[in-house]
């Protein structure tokens, strides 16, 4: 039987009920019967309008998540009308629900779609209810977790070599393109780059910064320090280089230059200069490492200075110049008096803005071992405690100068394009870099996070090589165990810097170049991050440069995977 024909035979029933005089019983029954055929109307009305608002919420849910997709290109008009049109498609039952829809970019990316309405009652009109009001929402969000990422890039010598620095200019813009992607606003996505060698480029322009330490670059050379040339003292304009060449290599591991190292036209000299602005200065090359190995490609930023004096050298009758050079005697008897001439040398530093930008690894001056240090840390620099700031170093291969958290896109992908190989293999303190641009420090500026919403930071870690230079150790050809442990001492735990940005809650990524067919670097694996639904290592190696394209877009869909609805 139908719900109309029922109630019709009710309203029948109760109408004759109502006027029967057969006695108070009609009445009482018929007074009764209201809340009774009121209470089953209003179940049965009432399941009604949960059907139709279970209907509604689904078709709600099926709009919010295909707004998502569109919603940041439409105008708000645009979107409603979008909306209502998906929901009216998606509903498919009779009755009239109002639809709107909202975007918001407030603690993320959202699109709110909220339906109103009402359903029609068939039996609660006794009761005079004619309607049932109805209405749901429904929210899409992403975006609600933001990205920082570091991308350490290793632009050493080795790269030059089986179209692998190409392969790296592509792949990383390639990269920065999804990561362009998956930013719905400026700012969801910041993205620093770092390349390296031995060491990192700040930037030249920062000579005149507190947190640089110029102690080692302002120096004269260590290895001549203790080691003067025994005619040091009779040396002057004119005279021959002290720094003798054996074969290919100097007795001091420098020549002679006829001005400083890093000015412009200078060149060798086999003669100390006797006229012009340089006359009597006494200039070193570039180290070649055959004295101080940890020198080897260093400029020393100064030359020695030649200013003629004169000393006594013995007095009295018996007084003799003996086998000096540049002596003579004057006066007889007790008056007699041997005198020579000789060469005072002073180092004379170079202007600090002459600086190159180059810095290498902090921390103590002398080979910190397997200690702790604030090269594995991102300890704010401090003009207190010399460790904690960032040393210059005039090296002749400098990498290109860093560039700090930004959304500049188009910037971004410039400065890949004029990367260059050049210079040793220091991973250490390309990824300590890589976490100090996250969190700022030096010229690099980390910008504040918006309490709204998660962040996830990240270093992509990319090196072809293996480590043969740092501050302290090897000879840039060899690869040197000691510069790995300033990473990660396999041999104590794991300690160094990879287990620091662990600590921080950093996700390292690892990517082995190796096109020579040499042995996978543990050292790399040991230090990536392990995925937390796979639990294998972020790590990759690719034995092709093309190899390097396919890993990058790997890595840059699992970044903007953490970007999707939810």
């Not at 009121?38 to 707004?67: C, E, F, H, K, P």
């Not at 591991?253 to 086999?270: L, Y």
């Not at 200065?281 to 200075?305: E, F, L, M, T, W």
């Not at 293999?425 to 890589?434: K, M």
Request: hydrophobic fraction near 35%; aromatic fraction near 8%; glycine fraction near 8%.
């Amino acid at each position: 039987m139908r719900v109309a024909s029922l109630v019709h035979r009710l309203r029948q029933h109760a109408r004759r009920l109502w006027n029967a005089e057969e006695g108070n019983v009609a009445i009482i029954f018929t007074i009764a019967l209201i809340p009774i055929v009121g209470l089953t109307g209003a179940a049965i009305d009432y399941s009604r309008a949960s059907s139709v608002r279970t209907a509604m919420q689904a078709a709600l849910d099926a709009t919010a998540l295909a707004m998502s997709k569109d919603a940041t290109s439409l105008t708000a008009s645009a979107l409603n009308e979008k909306a209502a049109a998906y929901f009216a498609a998606a509903f498919n039952r009779p009755e009239v629900i109002q639809i709107s829809a909202v975007y918001s970019t407030e603690g993320g990316s959202s699109v709110t779609v909220t339906g109103t309405g009402s359903v029609d009652t068939l039996l609660m009109g006794i009761m005079g209810v004619n309607s049932i009001p109805i209405g749901s929402f429904s929210k899409t969000a992403w975006g609600s977790t933001r990205l920082r990422v570091a991308l350490v890039l290793d632009t050493t010598g080795s790269m030059a070599s089986a179209g692998k620095m190409n392969a790296l200019k592509t792949a990383t813009k390639d990269l920065l393109t999804q990561l362009q992607s998956a930013a719905s606003n400026n700012g969801d996505v910041y993205v620093s780059i770092i390349p390296f060698s031995k060491n990192v480029n700040l930037d030249s322009s920062s000579h005149n910064s507190n947190w640089i330490d110029w102690s080692d670059w302002e120096d004269e050379p260590p290895y001549i320090k203790n080691n003067k040339p025994s005619n040091w003292e009779q040396i002057g304009p004119g005279s021959n280089c002290p720094f003798a060449k054996l074969l290919f290599l100097s007795s001091h591991g420098f020549v002679c230059m006829d001005r400083p190292a890093t000015a412009s036209g200078s060149s060798t000299t086999s003669t100390i200069p006797s006229s012009g602005t340089d006359a009597g200065y006494i200039c070193p090359s570039v180290d070649d490492g055959s004295k101080v190995s940890s020198k080897r490609a260093v400029y020393y930023n100064g030359c020695y200075n030649s200013v003629q004096e004169t000393k006594t050298i013995a007095t009295g009758s018996s007084a003799s110049c003996g086998t000096l050079s540049n002596c003579s005697c004057t006066g007889s008897g007790s008056s007699k008096t041997c005198k020579q001439t000789y060469y005072n040398h002073t180092w004379i530093k170079n202007a600090r803005s002459t600086w190159n930008g180059c810095v290498i690894d902090r921390g103590t001056s002398t080979a910190p071992g397997t200690n702790p240090g604030n090269d594995q840390k991102v300890t704010a620099p401090t003009t207190s405690d010399a460790t904690t700031l960032f040393p210059a170093e005039q090296y002749r291969s400098c990498s290109p100068a860093v560039m700090g958290l930004n959304y500049n896109w188009s910037a971004m992908k410039s400065m890949v394009d004029n990367l260059y190989p050049e210079g040793a293999t220091n991973q250490p303190i390309g990824l300590v870099w890589g976490w100090q641009s996250l969190i700022g420090g030096g010229p690099l500026t980390a910008p504040a996070k918006d309490p709204s919403y998660d962040y996830t930071e990240v270093i992509v870690l990319m090196s072809d090589g293996l480590n043969t230079l740092d501050r302290w150790y090897g000879n840039g050809s060899d690869t040197s165990t000691s510069v790995d442990r300033r990473m990660y001492d396999s041999t104590a735990g794991g300690i160094g810097t990879c287990a620091n940005i662990k600590d921080a809650k950093i996700t390292i990524y690892t990517v082995h170049v190796n096109t020579e067919g040499g042995p996978m670097s543990t050292l790399l694996k040991d230090c990536a991050s392990t995925d937390k639904f796979t639990s294998e290592k972020l790590f990759w190696m690719v034995t092709t440069a093309s190899g390097l394209g396919t890993v990058f877009n790997k890595i840059g869909t699992d970044l903007t995977k953490l970007r999707i609805a939810r």
